[in-house]
């Protein structure tokens, strides 16, 4: 889940960039070329729809700014390498779970 949140912020960080390039991108589109009604219309629904998007990666991107800087921090790294620590113990008592097996310590197997 840490992990996946760093990711998350990283990959909207540079969506939230890369959507203001492809806004002036647009808006020079309809500065630039001669457009008619039409065409002008189809570029304001695609600034529209490309603001929108950039508006859900910024709020996300700050959802998660605070768990991401206490993750980069001295207290969140150490929390972190305690949490796998305590994982990887969880997941080899698991392991050794799946191939136990009981060994009569009384009974004989036969009088069962």
Not at 88 to 96: P, Y
């Amino acid at each position: 889940m840490m992990e996946e949140a760093a990711k998350d912020y990283a990959w909207n960080f540079e969506e939230v960039g890369r959507m203001d390039k492809l806004t002036q991108d647009y808006l020079h589109k309809l500065e630039l070329d001669n457009l008619n009604y039409k065409e002008r219309a189809k570029i304001a629904t695609q600034i529209t729809k490309c603001r929108q998007a950039r508006r859900a990666c910024k709020d996300t991107v700050e959802v998660l700014k605070p768990l991401v800087e206490f993750l980069e921090s001295d207290r969140g790294r150490n929390l972190y390498n305690l949490v796998r620590e305590a994982l990887g113990k969880t997941r080899k008592v698991e392991e050794r779970m799946e191939t136990r097996v009981y060994r009569p310590r009384v009974l004989k197997e036969e009088s069962v």
